[in-house]
T-cell receptor
Framework: DAGITQSPRHKVTETGTPVTLRCHQT?????MYWYRQDPGHGLRLIHY???????DKGEVSDGYSVSRSKTEDFLLTLESATSSQTSVYFC???????????FGQGTRLTVV | GQQVMQIPQYQHVQEGEDFTTYCNSS?????IQWYKQRPGGHPVFLIQ?????EVKKQKRLTFQFGEAKKNSSLHITATQTTDVGTYFC?????????FGSGTQLTVLP
């Protein structure tokens, strides 16, 4: 497996609290992605990054922000968690936007 | 990003039967990728198709990219219990990778 580590792997948080998920890679890939996975919806892109400090929104970006201050780290922040953000979050990396993506193990987030 | 529709959403087959999942787009795709996700796991890359009409095989799996590059299919011959999981297609562009909703395959022994 590619060197991708997501942390934490599981988290339960209360509505209204901020939450940060971390994705760390050791592959030096330029592209990093955050997806959420919900039953019936597949994998939906939240935000992506194409370089340090270069990020852009995906199709479900409302309520989320990201930062990438180093090549290896891509952080996803839920500003004020809501129950609708209960999901499994996957980080992925790729060499370019048109090459295969490697996924992390996922973070299961529950907002109560 | 490009949108891709995937059907069916679920498929139950008896072990030994064939299985096919389809991926369709209203726009021309530059490439299509296929991933497999085992229950409780993360998506794992299977293959990428780039050329119009391209066909690639991996053992019992056959992948096709349509002539117009707007659709693709994954066919599994003689399914086995190890094929259980969700199969996703994904459309790659310069910066984004957009996934279909997936087909969840159940193989009954």
């Amino acid at each position: 497996d590619a060197g991708i580590t997501q942390s934490p792997r599981h988290k339960v948080t209360e509505t209204g609290t901020p939450v940060t998920l971390r994705c760390h890679q050791t592959e030096n890939h330029r592209y990093m992605y955050w997806y959420r996975q919900d039953p019936g919806h597949g994998l939906r892109l939240i935000h992506y990054s194409y370089g340090v400090k270069d990020t852009d929104k995906g199709e479900v970006s409302d309520g989320y922000s990201v930062s990438r201050s180093k090549t290896e780290d891509f952080l996803l922040t839920l500003e004020s968690a809501t129950s609708s953000q209960t999901s499994v979050y996957f980080c992925a990396i790729s060499f370019t936007g048109e090459t295969e993506a490697f996924f992390g193990q996922g973070t299961r987030l529950t907002v109560v | 990003g490009q949108q891709v529709m995937q059907i069916p959403q679920y498929q139950h087959v008896q072990e030994g039967e064939d299985f096919t999942t389809y991926c369709n787009s209203s726009t021309t795709l530059s490439n299509i990728q296929w991933y497999k996700q085992r229950p409780g796991g993360h998506p794992v890359f299977l293959i990428q198709l780039v050329k119009s009409g391209e066909v690639k095989k991996q053992k019992r799996l056959t992948f096709q990219f349509g002539e117009a590059k707007k659709n693709s299919s994954l066919h599994i011959t003689a399914t086995q219990t190890t094929d259980v999981g969700t199969y996703f297609c994904a459309a790659g562009s310069a910066r984004q990778l957009t996934f279909g909703s997936g087909t969840q395959l159940t193989v009954l022994p």
